[in-house]
């Protein structure tokens, strides 16, 4: 069983920074993609930053002022929150594709979220 765990979220006020991780932990033999989403209350969730190899991308709505990052040994992503604005408040979730086993199903997995709320 593959488990994504969050954390780093909280309160902070309007310009401050963040940083979130998500540690992955079970029979992974290799990860292809991790990522972050967000849900705000009576929203869909939406794709906020993702980090396949050395490719990355971003919502248009953090570019310039989130990054993403990832520890290939940990297996472990982090998202580098700054500039915050009170339209990040949400709860964010860690995403990863994995294998495992080579050349195997590449399978999904979500972890429980961490809220993050930016006050004005």
């Known amino acids: 069983q593959v488990q994504l765990v969050e954390s780093g979220g909280g309160l902070v006020q309007a310009g401050g920074s963040l940083r979130l991780s998500c540690a992955t932990s079970?029979?992974?033999?290799?990860?292809?993609?991790m990522g972050w989403f967000r849900q705000a209350p009576g929203k869909q969730r939406e794709l906020v930053a993702s980090?396949?190899?050395?490719?990355?991308n971003y919502a248009d709505s953090v570019k310039g002022r989130f990054t993403i990052s990832r520890d290939n040994a940990k297996n472990t992503v982090y998202l580098q929150m700054n500039s915050l604005k009170p339209e990040d408040t949400a709860v964010y979730f860690c995403?990863?594709?994995?294998?495992?086993?080579?050349?195997?199903?590449?399978?999904?997995?979500w972890g429980q979220g961490t809220q993050v709320t930016v006050s004005s």
């Open positions: 980090i396949a190899g050395y490719s990355t």
């Open positions: 995403n990863a594709y994995w294998r495992a086993q080579p050349a195997g199903k590449i399978f999904a997995s």
């Open positions: 079970g029979s992974i033999f290799s990860i292809n993609a």
